[in-house]
């Protein structure tokens, strides 16, 4: 089956510009996450939603970033307007719960905010 | 809350040598936990996951991981390293289907 897919797959914007990510799930899938992954960290959950609902954003620079899933699929994550320190690795996964499989990841968006 | 706590940000190893990457929990129920690789510029991708079943866990690429509730830990081990197993690992546990990360820890192998 296809992975989790995500574009782009690097992006350079200056701080107060806006950027928009995608990201394309395993088909299926009903649970999908938005992981923030910091150079020299682990990632940190932004928001996860399951089908087209938030779960949890408590996560989420909610004055800033926004997300959202459309019909319960494709999601996109926005930022606006960026900060220096919004320069990070964006990851996707997602999970398919009722099979108790475990969290599949994309291949991230690079941000680097200049 | 639970959490994880990996020792060691950089782990260097010969190859060949035996590969041991820490990994501690703290959880206040029986955790889900796992191991996840990543390599350059690549998304993670899951090693091996330990689900209150046995308690000594294999894993894909020769890694296995055991379990040790007296001790909170969870660490990962290979007899032998290789030059391909250079990247970066992630301990991680689930919490309410979220997955809470450690650190990481870079293994680096030298020929």
């Known amino acids: 089956e296809a992975g989790v897919a995500q574009s782009p797959r690097y992006k350079i914007i200056e701080k107060r510009q806006s950027v928009a990510f995608w990201c394309n799930p395993i088909?299926?899938?009903?649970?999908l996450y938005w992981y923030q992954q910091i150079l020299g960290q682990g990632p940190k959950l932004l928001i996860q939603?399951?089908?087209?609902?938030?779960?949890?954003d408590s996560q989420l620079p909610k004055d800033r970033f926004s997300a959202e899933r459309l019909k319960g699929v494709d999601s996109t994550l926005k930022i606006q307007p960026a900060k220096l320190e919004d320069s990070a690795v964006y990851l996707c996964?997602?999970?398919?719960?009722?099979?108790?499989?475990?969290?599949?990841f994309g291949p991230g968006t690079r941000l680097t905010v200049t | 809350a639970q959490s994880v706590t990996q020792l060691g940000s950089h782990v260097s190893v010969s190859e060949g040598a035996l590969v041991l990457l820490r990994c501690n929990y703290s959880?206040?129920?029986?955790?889900?936990l796992f191991w996840y690789v990543q390599y350059p510029n690549q998304g993670l991708q899951l090693l091996l996951k330990?689900?209150?079943?046995?308690?000594l866990v294999k894993g894909i690429n020769g890694f296995e991981a055991e379990f040790k509730k007296s001790e909170t830990s969870f660490h990962l081990t290979k007899p032998s390293a290789h030059m391909s197993d250079a990247a970066e690992y992630f301990c991680?546990?689930?919490?309410?289907?979220?997955?809470?990360f450690g650190s990481g820890t870079r293994l680096l192998v030298r020929p």
């Open positions: 088909s299926g899938h009903a649970t």
């Open positions: 939603f399951q089908n087209n609902g938030v779960v949890d």
């Open positions: 991680a546990v689930d919490s309410s289907y979220k997955l809470i």
């Open positions: 959880s206040s129920v029986p955790p889900y």
């Open positions: 330990y689900t209150s079943a046995a308690t």
């Open positions: 996964a997602s999970w398919n719960r009722d099979r108790g499989d475990e969290q599949y």
